[in-house]
């Protein structure tokens, strides 16, 4: 099955889209890659050449390595966060440059792929596949449930409960026969910008009143983007793969991705001073190194090859600690 990739990014963020794609060679995936970004292309993807893409100006391609490209498509139409545009761009790309797309895999760029590819495909076959978030479960009758259900029948969305697994909205796989779910998503996004003041807010990137607003759990949405994501699931009628916290390595068991949560991100995470702070590396920074420098070569093999020795002091030095 043809299917593409895609992710969103701006800023620091670009060293993590060369991972991803650095780690979806390495599980086997060959095609297109399409990053929407905000800002300048990446120091790394100097030679990508104009894209043409006539649905898309200011488009560029980079051949990443044989039948690999990655494709730069500049956001530029709406003031959307990019956290809130996930299902506008996987719309966006099936109608115009990856119409002939069977499937579209979304993951955020701090995300490193760890399984075959082929898995992926046949997940979504399955249905939409999500993975479970670390704040899960939510049950039936938890109070955001409850809000959303009460805020969302005003906007003529009825949400109806069909399990307490609550998603990460880091990622997202989506058949075309199942494109339905993208566009009830965006449909509850757009009804859930009145309560957050408009999708150009989130919880990553927003003024000071806001955060304290989702913090003292005024607003039903305290991760927008992710709250919206799983109100769709149940607004929607069909069916949705799950699978557990262990698919983004939230705890052990197979995995199948790992998500860099919360901060620093591991490009910018200093192995050695976050030991001395009591913070040993985490997989995901392990993981990062990995796939940082080849065949996307996003940091040189120097930086590589001392970052990945500060780890392994850093762990040495905290069994040390800890035995004591």
Known sequence: MASVICTLFEGHYHYGVAAIVNSLYKQGFRGDVYAGYRGSLPHWAGNAKSANFTDWPGSHSFAVVGDLTLHFLPIVDTDYHLTNYKPDFMLKLWAGVASNAEGIVYFDPDIIVTSKWAFFEDWIRSGVALCEDVNSPLPKFHPRRVAWRNYFQRHHITLNFK?????????????????????????????????????????????????????????????????????????????????????????????????ALGSPKPWKATPLKSMFKGKSPRLTDRDYWTHASSPIASQSNSIVYWRKLSMDIANFIGKFYSSR
């Not at 697994?165 to 796989?173: E, H, L, T």
């Open 163 to 259: 399990e307490p697994v609550y998603a990460n909205g880091g990622f997202a796989g989506v058949h075309k026969n199942d494109i339905s779910f993208l566009e009830i998503w965006r449909k509850v996004q757009e009804a859930m910008a009145h309560s957050i003041g408009g999708l150009s807010r989130s919880a990553f990137n927003s003024k000071a009143d806001f955060i304290k607003q989702l913090e003292q759990g005024i607003t039903p949405f305290s991760k927008t983007d992710q709250d919206a994501l799983n109100a769709a699931v149940e607004a929607w009628d069909g069916n949705v793969s799950f699978i557990g916290q262990e698919s983004m390595a939230f705890k052990p068991g197979p995995r199948q991705m790992s998500h």
